[in-house]
């Protein structure tokens, strides 16, 4: 067996996944887990229930990485870190003879062998099946580039359009509130979208916003700005007070500077500022009650879906109605497609790499299954 990457070391983006501590899949129950991928779970139930987050913390375990459960219930590896589950699994594939050929880039079918350009080099395999794990499109650099859908489409599968899932959104901020506070993350925040809502954290970036609360809701977002209509975030700074709370500790000091109320009432330097990012313009109420309501509701206008090549995933591929249930192209039962190169997304929290594992081992099991039966 011989896998091809094109990048020169295998798995770049499973090692970038490791810079954020590598969470691997999530301890909740497994009914609740498959909620996550939406309108995709009947399709990928098959899959998950064969290959659940307990078979793939094993699975890890097996490999010598001890795993842990975080406080939110999403599980990684002890360390933190990609690099030494990934170095066992190479090694145990070394073992098993795999052989790993980088630098070669698959470029399409030459009849009905694979055509790869390794290294400079055209060449050309006759194989009896083939496993397409290509990625999607976010981060190219680091390998998954969609170049493959052209050749997809050409071998009868239908592809979804792929978009940017779990991604950051353009906001036009103001100059100063952009070189001011640039790569700063907000912390404890609410953002509300319409009847979805999100807790956590967002970044502030040049261009926008990004981080774990904007990608729960990114979605909805991406599809509310698809369908044309003004998208306007609301991000409430102080989740844990009531406005009427909030109201009389900003009266409690109606004497002080603006800043100095703000700050009282316990917003750091970047939420206070972004409360004058607000649509209804930069100039605060000084009436307590108004101020509280503008505090727990600065309504943010998105101008935009950040690049894929910046999200964390992405949305549509391969469609379920060209797969068979083994995750063989219906077009050609001897090809096998698994991972994010398949129809379907979900949030952050381990379940992408959970579905990318049990898909992975679905086709191979899928492949495994050809061989016999036409051996
Ligand atoms: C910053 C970041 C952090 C993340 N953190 C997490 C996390 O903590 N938990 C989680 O569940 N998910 C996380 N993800 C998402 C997760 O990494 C992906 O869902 C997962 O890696 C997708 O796996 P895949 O095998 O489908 O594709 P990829 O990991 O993209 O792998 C595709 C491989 O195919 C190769 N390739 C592509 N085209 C060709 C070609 N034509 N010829 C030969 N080789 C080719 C690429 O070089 C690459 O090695 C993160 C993603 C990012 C960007």
Not at 208 to 223: K, N, P, Q, T, V
């Amino acid at each position: 067996m011989t896998i091809h990457d094109r990048m020169p070391n295998p798995a770049r983006k499973f090692l970038l996944a490791g810079r954020g501590g590598l969470n691997l899949t999530h301890s909740e129950p497994l009914d609740q887990c498959l909620t996550r991928y939406g309108a995709a779970r009947g399709h990928l139930e098959p899959a998950i229930r064969a290959f659940p987050p307990q078979a793939l913390k094993d699975w890890c375990e097996g490999l010598g990485v001890e795993t842990f459960v975080g406080s939110s219930g999403r599980i990684f590896p002890k360390s933190m870190k990609a690099s030494p589950l990934l170095r066992a699994w190479l090694a145990r594939l070394d073992g098993m003879g795999v052989e790993l050929v980088t630098r070669s880039r698959w470029t399409g079918w030459q009849g009905d062998a694979l055509a790869f350009d390794t290294a400079g080099e055209r060449r050309e395999a006759q194989c009896d099946v083939a496993i397409f794990a290509l990625g999607g499109a976010s981060w190219p650099r680091l390998g998954s580039d969609g170049s493959w859908q052209e050749a997809f489409a050409g071998r009868g599968a239908r592809i979804a359009p792929l978009k940017p899932s779990n991604s950051g959104f353009l906001v036009s901020w103001s100059e100063i509130f952009r070189d001011k506070f640039a790569g700063e993350p907000i912390k404890r925040l609410r953002l509300k979208f319409g009847e979805h809502e999100a807790r956590g954290e967002a970044m502030v970036t040049s261009y926008g916003l990004e981080g774990g609360a904007i990608y729960a809701l990114s979605a909805h977002l991406r599809d509310a700005m698809k369908a044309g209509g003004a998208v306007i975030l609301e991000v409430d700074l102080v989740p844990d007070m009531t406005q009427d709370a909030l109201a009389a500790k900003l009266s409690g000091a109606a004497k002080d500077s603006m800043a100095n109320r703000l700050r009282k009432a316990g917003l750091s330097p970047v939420a206070a500022s972004l409360i004058r990012e607000d649509e209804g313009g930069p100039v605060l109420p000084a009436a307590p009650g108004d101020l509280a309501r503008r505090i727990k509701g600065v309504r943010l206008k998105l101008a935009g879906v950040a690049p894929i090549e910046r999200a964390i995933s992405t949305a549509g591929g391969v469609s379920w109605d060209s797969l068979s249930a083994d995750y063989s192209l219906k077009a050609d039962p001897s090809t096998f497609v698994c991972g994010e190169m398949l129809d379907w997304e979900a949030p952050t929290g381990g379940y992408l790499l959970q579905a990318c594992f049990a898909t992975g081992r679905a086709a191979a099991q899928g492949a495994v299954a050809r061989l016999s039966a036409t051996a």
